[in-house]
């Protein structure tokens, strides 16, 4: 099969390489999964490039990147129903903590880590639902329903800000978003009632004044530490931060007591990590919106698997409308 390895870390035309490897057959509890779609993440591309503090080396003597994908089972091991051979199944963490995630033609993995996909859900959807689409739905609905609360979606625009809009209006919430540029229209056609300029010296009064006084009640952040000071001015007494990214501030400092007077609940988002019960209800929760037709995943372009590179770098840069996604088999 053709697959797309590293063995080493650095700039992903220098790492990245497009190799033939042996199909894997599934060990017992696997299925065997026929690639038609890789996801292409952030955390994908700072791994490979070796940007994670402390990590010198890849983990693995080879690589194949992406955690993200989806495509049709094809084979399954022992002690797995064999019905499942010709479902349609999207993935999750397929290359936390192993070796070969999705950038080839084939993977094996675990069967639960294979999620039937909808009929009506395309690939191309199916391979931004692991990392983007469950970081979205539990950031919104982690801490329970929202029905009829006030949630602030910090960016709006991105990859999982505008799923979680979506999510947050599909579950019957007042939705505000902040974004920027031509981001600010996006936000609004994915169902923000009210659309902030992130980089609005009056932020916080604005958004303060949308809600009255009284604060949101969940914040979905992106840049927890760009944004600290702006959330404890807005979160309601009670609400939750969802914080998801701090990639511009990694150590930021938090205003403690301010956030303690408030009963402010601090929550980390990362998916890799989710409990068994946590996963299932996002799983179930993502599901349902798609079943229901609440979703319209952003795909912004499709690369041939030989170009993956090329995606890296797209993702790296930072400047896209929607998720960068590889065509796997060779006839398209």
């Known amino acids: ?73 094809e084979a399954v091991g022992d002690g797995v129903d064999p019905a499942r051979v010709g479902q349609r199944a ?9 070796a070969f995630g999705t950038a080839a033609e084939y993977i094996t993995l675990p069967a639960a880590q294979a999620v039937p996909l909808p009929e009506a859900v395309s690939f191309d959807v199916g391979a931004t639902l692991g990392i983007p689409g469950l970081t979205a739905t539990h950031s919104v609905l982690g801490g329970g329903e929202v029905d009829g609360q006030t949630v602030l979606v910090s960016g709006g625009a991105g990859t999982v800000g505008h799923i979680a809009i979506q999510v947050a ?19 609004r056609e994915a169902g923000a009632e009210a659309v902030f300029d992130y980089t609005d010296p009056e932020l916080a009064a604005k958004i303060l004044e949308e809600t009255g006084g009284q604060g949101v009640d969940r914040i979905v952040e992106v840049e927890f530490g760009e944004n600290v000071r702006l959330c404890t001015d807005v979160i309601a007494t009670r609400g939750t931060i969802a914080a998801y990214g ?63 590179a090329k995606a890296h770098d797209i993702v790296a840069n930072g400047a896209r409308a929607g998720a960068i996604l590889l065509r796997c088999p060779a006839d398209g």
């Open 246 to 308: 701090s990639a511009r501030t990694m150590s930021p400092v938090v205003p403690f007591y301010e956030m303690m007077f408030k009963a402010v609940t601090l929550d980390m988002v990362l998916v890799y990590l989710l409990s068994q019960p946590q996963r299932d209800r996002a799983i179930a929760n993502l599901t349902d919106l798609l079943t229901r037709g609440a979703l319209d995943i952003r795909i912004a372009e499709v690369l041939a698997l030989e170009d993956c």
């Open 90 to 98: 999207w993935t999750w963490n397929a290359q936390w903590q192993r």
């Open 1 to 73: 099969m053709r697959a797309i390895t590293y063995d080493r870390f650095g700039p992903a035309a220098e790492v990245l390489t497009l190799a033939d490897l042996p199909t894997p057959d599934p060990a017992p509890g696997e299925v065997l999964l026929r690639v038609e779609r890789s996801g292409v993440n952030p955390s994908d591309v700072k791994v490979r490039a070796g940007s994670r503090p402390g990590v010198t080396r890849p983990p693995f003597p080879q690589i194949v990147p992406h955690s993200d994908g989806a495509g049709v089972i």
């Open 169 to 187: 209006r599909a579950s019957g919430a007042r939705v505000l978003a902040t974004a920027r540029g031509a981001g600010l229209e996006a936000a």
